[in-house]
C-alpha cells in the first residue's frame, strides 16, 4: 500500500513589513481597530519588481534542503496560487524552469485559500495512483497587488508570502491520513476580485462581505475537519495541532472551540502574516516545524476556506 508523507517543508516571506500603524499613513484605521477584530498586526509586502513565482522559488528551495533532496528527484510540481504572475503560462512551469527539472508535469491549482488543502489531496492521488514519487507543493500569493488599497474593509486583512512542502511515496502508514473537500459556488458574491480575463480583461481588486464570511467559516472548517477525522477513525482528542487558513484570530478561535480543541494546540501566525490565502498554512507549518513547535509523529489537523466558496481539511501524521 502507497501512503504519501512530507519529507521537506519550506517558506519565503518578503523583507518589507507594514504594520498596523503604517497604514494608518494612508487609510482612515487604527492598530486597536485591526487587532481587536482579526488579531493582525502586521503583514509582509513584496516590492513592485518580486513576482509571486520569486517567493515560491524561495520557499521550495527552501523545502528541497529541508527533504535533502535533489531537485532532479521531483517528478511534478503543484503551485496553489491566486495570484500567479500571468494569466498563463502558469506560476508552476516557472518554478519548474528555475529548477531546471525536465519532463515533469506542472501546473497551477486556482482554490483560492482552500489552494493548499486541494492540492495535498490532488498529490495524495497521484502518489498513491504509483506514478509519481515526490511532487512540489507550494503555496505562493503576493495578494498586496490585488487587494484595494483605498478599501480599509479589505486591504488591513492581507498579506504576501510562500509556503512549500514536499510529497513522497512512503509504505509507512503515515503522511496525508484523509482528505474532505468542498465547494459551494452560490456564495461568489461574498469573495471574489472584480475582474479576469474572461470578464474584463483586468486583474480586479479583492471584494468581500465580511461577515458572511465570518459566519460560514467557522462552521465549515469545524464540520469539514470532523469529517476528515470521522474518515481515518481519529477523534479531536487525537489531534496535536490545528493548523487552519491563518486569516482571522477569531475566526480560528470559534474553530478550535467548535472543535473542542484547545487554543495552546492551535498554530496561529495571522498576527504576522495577515491573511496570505493559499500560502497561509504550509507557511504557517514550515514555521511551526522549524521552530520545533510540530514534531515528527503529530496528529495534525489542517483546514481552509475560501473564495468560492471553497473549504476542506485535511488530517497528517507527521
Ligand atoms: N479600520 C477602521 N474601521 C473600519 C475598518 C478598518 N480597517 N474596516 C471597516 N471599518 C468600519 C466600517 O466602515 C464600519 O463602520 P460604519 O459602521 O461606520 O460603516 C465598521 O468598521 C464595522 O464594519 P464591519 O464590516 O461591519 O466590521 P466587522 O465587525 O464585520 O469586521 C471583518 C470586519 C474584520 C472583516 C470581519 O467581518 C471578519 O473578520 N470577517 C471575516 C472575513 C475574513 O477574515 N476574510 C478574509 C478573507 S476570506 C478567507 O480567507 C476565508
Known sequence: MIHSQIIGYGHYLPEKILNNVDLKKFIDTSDEWIYTRTGIKQRHIVESSQLTSDLAIKAAEDALLSAKIESSLIDCIIVATTTPDNTFPSTATKVQNFFKIGNIPSFDLQAVCSGFIYSLQVADSLIKSGKFKNILIIGAETLSKIVDWTDRRTCVLFGDGAGSVILSATTEKR??????????????????????????????KIRM????????????????????????????????????????????????????????????TVEY?????????????????????????????????????TWGSCILKL
Open 175 to 204: 503522511g496525508v491520513l484523509s482528505s474532505k473537500l468542498y465547494s459551494d459556488g452560490s456564495w461568489h458574491d461574498s469573495l471574489y476580485a472584480d475582474g479576469g480575463p474572461s470578464l474584463n480583461q483586468d486583474v480586479g
Open 209 to 268: 462581505n465580511g461577515q458572511d464570511i465570518f459566519k460560514q467559516a467557522v462552521n465549515k472548517l469545524s464540520e469539514s475537519t470532523q469529517n476528515a477525522l470521522n474518515e481515518c477513525n481519529l477523534n479531536i482528542s487525537d489531534v496535536n495541532w490545528l493548523v487552519p487558513h491563518q486569516a482571522n484570530q477569531r475566526i480560528i478561535q470559534s474553530t478550535a472551540k467548535k472543535l473542542g480543541i484547545d487554543n495552546n494546540k492551535t498554530i496561529s
Open 273 to 309: 502574516h495577515a491573511n496570505t490565502s493559499a500560502a497561509s498554512i504550509p507557511l504557517a507549518l514550515s514555521c511551526s516545524i522549524k521552530k520545533g513547535v510540530i514534531k515528527k509523529n503529530d496528529i495534525v489537523a489542517l483546514c481552509a476556506i475560501g473564495g468560492g466558496l
